[in-house]
């Protein structure tokens, strides 16, 4: 009998070859749907099987939150087509599915199935270089902004599958597999890349309490850093915001820009419960259906937006917390605070601090790529998703560990 271990592992390892790195290849563009419902269906078999619902708590209040929102765009408010609502149901549960199902069903990768995916991961990145080098990178990978993503990655993986005996060999692995997301040219990368560098070598957990002088003005100096490479952008998309650009250089960086723009006042328009499912900022909202909100602030007459003609209507995440209103956007921000405060350790094992850097740079990661892209809700962010479940969940487990031997300590007094 296969166990719901070697599943899940096949899952990921299918997630990140066929989700993420052949993506654009594939003629099938929804493998990473598909790999998301499969793993809720190992949830479903688990729970089941094991009679341990309990533990998939918060899973069960992310789909009876969604089910609402769901129900609210079908019959409270009608932006879309029902199709391209229960499209969007289920691409915002995505990332969050895969969160809860690492989170709560207690799989464990094993040694050997961590080495295999260092393995994998150096041998992805090599490739990918190779790719990249001989000019056939666009070709195989569709867009430069694809390098930075799945470097991101392959890093990650790798750190997680080596976060409990890491040697000097595995530190400038990961830095190089790192540093192939330098040709991506993507300012959003830049950034990511000088604050990954200074968390994975300099950051320790609680500096914060107890900094110095020396420790300020490295963190200004990270600071400063990651504001001039993604300077262009956040002068972009929150200073001029796109609005001085000649309509001979309207590209997709207009389209973003514009959503943006209109977003508070989508959002004091619907300002509770928000404009719905499929009705803003969204693939479904574009491709899938056309929203009818597009046409109620003049975004049906931007290049990009247009009806039947909108590539760029998913390029940016954070203007479609529109469509939750102010109820969705303080739940998705208490999930995060949720996720932070699961990350904080109590020990300063070396496994322990390097658990929390991890989940730093998800987070991290998450935040920048949702500035001016989609990737939370794509292959990539499914596979970081399952990484930050993971981690949160191995860092629960060493604090119950040490909680146990602590009062264990506290009755042999």
């Known amino acids: 009998m296969i166990s719901l271990n070697k599943i899940f592992y096949g899952l990921?390892?299918?997630?990140?070859?066929?989700?993420?790195?052949?993506?654009?290849?594939?003629?099938?563009?929804?493998?990473?749907?598909?790999?998301?419902?499969?793993?809720?269906?190992?949830?479903v078999l688990d729970i089941l099987s094991n009679k341990n619902h309990r533990?998939?708590?918060?899973?069960?209040?992310?789909?009876?939150?969604?089910?609402?929102?769901?129900?609210?765009?079908?019959?409270?408010?009608?932006?879309?087509?029902?199709?391209?609502?229960?499209?969007?149901?289920?691409?915002?549960?995505?990332?969050?599915?895969?969160?809860?199902?690492?989170?709560?069903?207690?799989?464990?990768?094993?040694?050997?199935?961590?080495?295999?995916?260092?393995?994998?991961?150096?041998v992805l990145?090599?490739?990918?270089?190779?790719?990249?080098?001989?000019?056939?990178?666009?070709?195989?990978?569709?867009?430069?902004?694809?390098y930075g993503l799945i470097s991101t990655v392959l890093f990650?993986?790798?750190?997680?599958?080596?976060?409990?005996?890491m040697s000097r060999k595995d530190k400038i692995i990961m830095l190089f597999i790192l540093s192939v997301g330098f040709f991506s040219t993507r300012s959003k990368f830049y950034g990511f890349y000088v604050a990954a560098l200074y968390l994975f070598l300099w950051y320790k957990p609680g500096q914060l309490s107890k900094v110095k002088l020396k420790q300020w003005v490295m963190m200004a100096l990270v600071?400063?850093?990651?504001?001039?490479?993604?300077?262009?952008?956040?002068?972009?998309?929150?200073?001029?915001?796109?609005?001085?650009?000649?309509?001979?250089?309207?590209?997709?960086?207009?389209?973003?820009?514009?959503?943006?723009?209109r977003a508070p006042q989508a959002l004091m328009d619907h300002f509770f419960l928000g404009s719905g499912l499929a009705s803003y900022a969204t693939y479904s909202s574009g491709i899938i259906g056309y929203s009818l909100l597009y046409k109620e602030y003049n975004l049906d007459e931007v290049w990009g937006l247009l009806e039947g003609d909108c590539p760029f209507v998913s390029d940016t995440y954070f203007p479609e917390l529109v469509q939750f209103g102010m109820v969705g956007i303080v739940l998705f921000f208490y999930f995060w605070i949720w996720v932070y405060k699961k990350l904080k350790i109590i020990t300063g094992s070396p496994y322990a601090v390097h658990l929390h850097k991890i989940g730093l740079m998800i987070i991290l990661f998450i935040f920048i790529e949702s500035v001016a892209g989609s990737a939370f809700l794509q292959g990539s962010g499914i596979i970081v998703m399952i990484l930050l479940g993971f981690v949160v969940r191995d860092i629960s487990v060493i604090r119950e560990k040490e909680t146990r031997v602590s009062k264990e300590a506290m009755v042999k007094k």
């Open 55 to 122: 533990r998939y708590k918060g899973l069960f209040w992310i789909v009876g939150i969604m089910t609402f929102y769901l129900l609210y765009s079908l019959v409270g408010v009608h932006y879309n087509i029902p199709k391209a609502i229960f499209y969007d149901f289920f691409i915002q549960i995505k990332p969050f599915i895969a969160f809860y199902v690492a989170y709560a069903m207690g799989v464990r990768f094993t040694g050997a199935q961590k080495l295999f995916l260092k393995k994998l991961c150096v």
């Open 12 to 43: 990921f390892i299918l997630m990140l070859v066929a989700g993420i790195y052949t993506y654009q290849l594939m003629w099938f563009k929804s493998s990473d749907e598909l790999i998301t419902l499969l793993l809720a269906l190992l949830c």
């Open 125 to 146: 990145s090599v490739t990918m270089l190779g790719i990249i080098l001989v000019g056939l990178g666009e070709a195989f990978f569709f867009h430069v902004a694809y």
């Open 223 to 261: 600071f400063c850093g990651v504001l001039y490479v993604a300077w262009d952008k956040i002068n972009y998309y929150f200073i001029s915001s796109g609005l001085f650009s000649g309509e001979e250089n309207m590209d997709e960086s207009f389209a973003r820009a514009a959503l943006y723009i």
């Open 156 to 165: 990650l993986i790798y750190y997680y599958c080596s976060c409990q005996d």
